[in-house]
């Protein structure tokens, strides 16, 4: 009888183990998914913040697409948020409270925007705030990025006791986001026409007022995280990055992404233009286009993390490169009334491409994410995807700056659109040259050996 008593304590044991773990991964999905679906939101303030400058302050189109980029430039500085926050703990915490502190300097830079009289805004205070907003949110998208990756290499367990495949965090932390734009989209672009930007401005602070009440709520040992390590500071974290980057299988698939981002020439604010000036579509249009891109995206995560988190990381990226040349390609036949004179209304088209184009550019965050989590080295989590993320949001500015001086070169303005097809046709060309080298992205991931239960 008394083995028969061991054994019921050892399955009862077992049971209490597994129950804890089960809290632990609830409380750990909560919080990333209020994180990501908060930061799919910013659509919200960032939809208003579009038509402010373009009609408040009358910038034009060039003016518009340089400023936009720039208040991005907070994100650059990533690596050494993920560095700060790899080493620096708080009370034994070393995530949360950078997403507190995220949500913080959110709430303040879009509520003084709100309260902020009409006459008193300018190009310089409205960039200020803009960045500092910027800064808070790419504080809390490093935290949350490394919560993803530590938690990855976590065993957990489904309910068929077999261990969880690594991309299912991050199709859910994506489809988080994804559902958070939906929202965000679905309410600004109709807001948009009824309120005051400063209403949505308020309206998104107050959000992340919330947002910072629950995730000062939560203890971090409630996510089931890699206990806290003895670290050198950040010093020695800078030196585990740099030697993380040394690795030709982690640096090789990081230069690829960058240069795919950066070798773009952007044309979304000539585009904003486009369609909101020459085409007079007017905002719940855009706002529904952005749904619509958004609930694509959701599909996307779906459909990755169903069929296609095992195929090749190189085919899947790959074929999102080529699908947004093709995206691109469209749109030349757009802007020459290709598909009007098929009877294809524009507010249509605007909707379902326009919509689509936008999110694809981030189509590929997603399995790359997996890519990297898989081969990113322990004790290094948050810096090296904080560095990823980084090299992202840099190529992008510069992607960005190029449209510019490609709108530019083929002589568009506020007024003129005559040179859009050409420099469509230039953005296309552009996008497929990464596909030269897409050797560097590997063409598929080694498992990690794990020891077989005898």
Request: proline share 4%.
């Amino acid at each position: 009888m008394e083995p028969k008593s061991n054994e019921n304590n050892s399955n009862h044991n077992s049971n209490n183990d597994n129950n804890k773990n089960n809290n632990k991964n609830y409380m750990l999905k909560w919080v990333l998914g209020m994180g990501y679906w908060v930061q799919g939101l910013r659509c919200i303030p960032w939809l208003a913040v579009n038509y402010m400058l373009k009609d408040g302050l009358n910038l034009d189109s060039s003016t518009f697409q340089i400023l936009q980029n720039s208040a991005n430039l907070p994100m650059v500085a990533k690596p050494l948020y993920g560095v700060v926050s790899d080493s620096l703990y708080f009370f034994g915490q070393h995530r949360l409270p950078y997403i507190a502190l995220g949500a913080v300097l959110q709430a303040i830079s879009w509520v003084a925007i709100a309260i902020l009289s009409s006459s008193s805004i300018s190009i310089s205070t409205m960039t200020f705030y803009l960045l500092l907003g910027n800064l808070g949110a790419a504080l809390a998208e490093v935290a949350n990025d490394a919560i993803v990756a530590e938690a990855s290499k976590q065993p957990t367990s489904t309910k068929k006791g077999k261990a969880s495949s690594s991309g299912d965090l991050q199709s859910f932390v994506w489809m988080a986001s994804s559902l958070g734009g939906v929202l965000g989209n679905f309410i600004g672009g109709i807001a948009n026409e009824k309120y005051s930007p400063q209403a949505m401005f308020l309206t998104f602070g107050v959000i992340l007022a919330i947002q910072l009440i629950l995730t000062i709520s939560v203890s971090e040992k409630s996510l089931n995280l890699p206990e806290n390590r003895s670290t050198g500071g950040i010093k020695q974290q800078l030196a585990e990055l740099a030697g993380a980057l040394r690795k030709p299988e982690i640096f090789y698939p990081i230069a690829w992404l960058s240069a795919s981002y950066a070798l773009i020439p952007v044309l979304t604010g000539t585009m904003f233009f486009y369609q909101t000036q020459a085409l007079g579509i007017d905002s719940s249009i855009i706002g529904i286009s952005k749904v619509f891109g958004q609930v694509g995206s959701l599909l996307w995560s779906a459909i990755y993390n169903k069929s296609l988190k095992s195929a090749s990381p190189r085919k899947v990226i790959s074929a999102i490169q080529v699908t947004m040349a093709v995206f691109m390609v469209s749109d030349v036949l757009f802007v020459n009334n290709f598909y009007r004179q098929m009877g294809i209304p524009d507010s249509v088209y605007v909707v379902v491409f326009s919509g689509l184009l936008e999110v694809l550019f981030f189509f590929k965050i997603l399995p790359f994410s997996v890519l990297i989590a898989q081969l990113c080295p322990a004790g290094c989590e948050g810096s090296l995807m904080a560095f990823v993320m980084s090299a992202i949001s840099l190529a992008m500015i510069v992607g960005g700056y190029l449209g510019v001086a490609l709108a530019s070169f083929v002589g568009i303005t506020g007024s003129d659109f005559s040179g859009l097809p050409r420099g469509l046709l230039i953005q296309a060309a552009c996008t497929v040259i990464p596909l030269l080298c897409s050797s560097w992205i590997p063409d598929h991931i080694k498992p990690k050996s794990t020891k077989k239960d005898s």
